[in-house]
């Protein structure tokens, strides 16, 4: 059991460094993308920066970064509204199984909600049990959508 406080607020530019760190491990988990450190800071920037749509959150302890969850606005025409796609959740390996990713995501909803979205979708890396798990446990049903993309500056 955890006795620090683990603080959940919004993310600071001078957490980057700290968010590039943890999306370079959820990264190597995932066989879709590469570690690329300028990458992860250029995106967690706009994240940061692009206003209103967009929410990323860190859970901290004693002013250390131990976790992270972004999402951004998506409009759904199958919703007829606002859906917000979440775009990463991670918890450093030393910080996992106490509640904290739960924490996050329950703020991220809160968020959402606060958007008036109608749903939450997420993509995960179907190889990743213990995402699939987690998520599961968290309420989320696994649909028959799969993901394609199609990168514009090969």
Not at 39 to 65: E, F
Not at 68 to 89: F, H, K, P, Y
Not at 95 to 120: D, P, V
Not at 121 to 137: G, Q
Request: proline share 2%; aromatic share 4%.
């Amino acid at each position: 059991m955890l006795t620090e406080e683990i603080l959940i607020v919004p993310a600071k530019e001078e957490d980057i460094p700290a968010m590039s760190t943890l999306l370079g491990k959820l990264f190597t988990i995932e066989d879709d993308f590469e570690v690329d450190e300028n990458k992860q800071k250029s995106g967690l920037n706009l994240m940061l920066s692009n206003g209103p749509g967009r929410q990323v959150l860190v859970a901290k302890i004693d002013g250390t970064v131990i976790g992270m969850c972004s999402a951004q606005i998506n409009i759904s025409t199958s919703e007829g509204g606002i859906s917000v796609l979440i775009e990463d959740l991670i918890i450093n390996e030393d910080y996992r199984n106490h509640g904290i990713g739960r924490k996050l995501l329950a703020c991220i909803k809160e968020w959402a909600l606060s958007k008036s979205a109608k749903r939450m979708t997420l993509l995960l890396d179907i190889r990743n049990s213990k995402a699939l798990s987690f998520y599961s446990r968290q309420g989320w049903i696994l649909t028959n959508m799969i993901s394609m993309h199609s990168k514009l500056n090969a």
